[in-house]
């Protein structure tokens, strides 16, 4: 099991105001992604889970491209991976942050 950790300074906080929402389901070919508004208004940080080795530098890349789009200011997000590709990550990531950033009623 790989772990990873990654603090970045976002350009905005992240819309709405639910305190936490997830996504997906760990299953093979998958992911899940709690999401969590715990941190000061430009930071980010993603804490990644995964049972394969050796994708340090996809993760890093990943991660930057979705701070750099999504602009998650304020959250946590704690992914809990079942061997999803890059483009599945990428999927749940952005589903995490619309989901976040819904207003509660």
Known sequence: ??????RQTAGRRSAGTRAQAIVGVVASGNLE?????VLP????QIDVSTPISGF????EAVVA?????R????????INDGGARADTVALRLAQAVRLIEEDMK
Do not use: H, I, N, Q
């Open 1 to 6: 099991m790989e772990t990873f950790s990654y």
């Open 33 to 37: 992604v709690l999401v969590e508004r």
């Open 41 to 44: 208004d430009t930071e980010c």
């Open 56 to 59: 340090g530098k996809v993760w």
């Open 65 to 69: 491209d979705f701070v750099e789009r």
């Open 71 to 78: 602009s998650p200011g304020g959250l946590k997000l704690s």
